[in-house]
């Protein structure tokens, strides 16, 4: 959509996004997020949620062992677009420079672990400290039908989710459609719900 001046209003394309957990490259990462759609279009844009609390009690107890006290590096993507400056850039790396989280979060209720990992900016080289490989099959573990949640909007539809427990992503739509959302992002109570503890740079 665009506003009375002919400049586009908001910050994201019509593409699609892929699996991704609001902010984690951050080091207090928003974990949780309201979404409200105000106009969207119909039949397009669906997103998707999938469970990584219930995709990492799936795993078997070799792989739970195998990525337990692992971290990724996460790293914000904004400055890799074609459409800023290059001032612009180094201003957002000086701004958001790679973090680590842990790749498994424990649930302070219950006592239950969830993984935490961004498919969209995790650096696939040097993301896992042991092993960058292990990503590939846990994405394909974390996708699988059973895990995911698929949502069509439509107009006045409200969602409110957890970015601790789940991934998300959002199909592409047509751009010449309007669709317009508001997004809130959320910090989680840390004694109640599995938040990546405060982090420093990443080395």
């Not at 669906?46 to 609390?53: E, R, V």
């Not at 409200?158 to 601790?164: E, K, P, S, T, Y």
């Amino acid at each position: 959509m665009k506003k009375e001046d002919g400049g586009r209003l908001g910050s994201l394309s019509s593409s699609e996004l892929n699996w991704h957990s609001d902010q984690s490259y951050r080091t207090r990462p928003a974990t949780g997020a309201i979404f409200y759609a105000v106009k969207v279009p119909e039949g397009q844009g669906d997103t998707f949620w999938c469970n990584m609390q219930a995709a990492y009690e799936s795993l078997s107890a070799e792989t739970k062992r195998e990525i337990e006290g692992l971290s990724c590096v996460l790293r914000y993507n904004g400055y890799e677009r074609e459409n800023i400056s290059d001032e612009e850039k180094q201003k957002l790396r000086e701004q958001y420079p790679e973090v680590r989280h842990p790749l498994v979060l424990t649930v302070p209720t219950s006592g239950r672990k969830t993984l935490y990992l961004d498919f969209s900016i995790t650096p696939a080289s040097r993301g896992l400290l042991r092993s960058a490989a292990i990503l590939a099959p846990l994405r394909e573990r974390i996708t699988r039908p059973e895990f995911v949640h698929t949502h069509r909007w439509r107009n006045g539809d409200l969602m409110i989710w957890d970015n601790g427990r789940t991934l998300h992503r959002r199909d592409q739509f047509d751009s010449v459609l309007p669709r317009l959302a508001k997004r809130t992002t959320i910090f989680m109570p840390p004694d109640l719900f599995p938040v990546p503890p405060p982090q420093t740079h990443a080395p």
